[in-house]
């Protein structure tokens, strides 16, 4: 039975909008030197299957898990999932990522059969001064305008926006227009789903003076018209004397929560899957079966079968804890 914590190899993926930091800031080990955008850290989607990089279950997918040990991984809910639930990333959005709409799941029927919807949320680890998020339409703001402002190359006009700071997070339900805009490092938990509708690239051109595809009809029809502007959720960084709990997203595919710990906490022991990413700081998951060392930059799948684990900080640990909603 899957009944320990599960560590998967990351997928790191070169980006045009990418930079170096998922080495620097979350110790990844970067195979070249092109610019890396994302490192996927669980993914059971097609573009690729994690594969398991320690312990009793060393080697094998997601997807093997998934067929074999469905109900020890996600619980007594499991068989509503065909797929693992969620995509979970790391992304350095070193230079600005397009603007782009994911599409629900009526729209993605139509326009991507074969993929799923795709509601995800970001939350900034560090961002360097003058960055922006670009979230949520400026009331106001219809096909009419977004078609004419495209015509201009002045969308960001119509995109709600703000600077970002460590400890925001952002929600971002499918058929939300958004980008980021350079210097942001993102801890991403969405749905399995790579859809993506490319609606606006700042008019760049890559090495060989190509542009990226654009999709614009195909985001149009994906829109929420009525996604005003959406802001962010702060993180509490206040000193803590017992571990902290804040949820940040609660929304029918997870909940995410904010974690605080300088003490020992327990976490599993509940029937539920959850994920825990490691923002910052080290420590150890004390299980019946030996212990695992904790750190940043590191994301564990505590699978539903987990008995009572401990988790023990060596100074101040700070995680998101991902879990499924009921």
């Not at 654009?214 to 018209?225: D, F, G, P, T, V």
Request: net charge negative; hydrophobic share 40%; charged share 20%.
């Amino acid at each position: 039975m899957v009944d320990t914590p599960l560590r998967f190899e990351p997928f790191l993926r070169p980006m045009v909008w990418g930079g170096r930091r998922l080495r620097d800031a979350l110790d990844k080990h970067l195979p070249t030197d092109e610019a890396y955008g994302e490192s996927w850290e669980i993914s059971d989607h097609p573009l690729h299957r994690s594969r398991v990089a320690s312990g009793p279950h060393v080697g094998r997918t997601l997807r093997d898990l998934m067929e074999t040990e469905c109900a020890a991984l996600l619980g007594s809910t499991g068989y509503r999932h065909g797929t693992f639930p969620w995509l979970v990333k790391f992304l350095d959005c070193s230079d600005r990522l397009s603007v782009q709409v994911h599409p629900d799941e009526d729209v993605v029927q139509r326009l991507w059969p074969g993929e799923g919807s795709k509601t995800e949320a970001w939350f900034v680890i560090d961002a360097a001064p003058g960055s922006r998020i670009f979230a949520g339409l400026v009331p106001g703001v219809g096909e009419a305008r977004l078609r004419d402002a495209l015509s201009h190359g002045a969308v960001a006009d119509c995109l709600h926006q703000f600077e970002p700071r460590p400890g925001d997070c952002v929600f971002l339900p499918a058929g939300t227009v958004h980008a980021v805009g350079g210097g942001v490092l993102i801890a991403e938990v969405q749905q399995t789903s790579d859809a993506t509708f490319r609606l606006f690239d700042w008019n760049r051109k890559d090495a060989q003076g190509k542009s990226r595809t654009l999709h614009i009809e195909e985001a149009l029809a994906a829109i929420h018209w009525d996604q005003g502007p959406i802001q962010p959720v702060r993180a509490s960084s206040s000193a803590v004397t017992r571990p902290l709990l804040q949820t940040l997203v609660r929304c029918p595919y997870f909940t995410l929560k904010h974690l605080q710990a300088s003490k020992a906490f327990s976490c599993g022991g509940t029937g539920r899957m959850q994920v825990l990413l490691v923002l910052d700081g080290i420590g150890k998951l004390e299980t019946p079966a030996g212990h695992e060392s904790i750190r940043r930059g590191q994301v564990w799948l505590l699978p539903a079968a987990l008995p009572t684990t401990n988790c023990t900080p060596d100074g101040e640990l700070t995680a998101l804890l991902c879990s499924l909603s009921e």
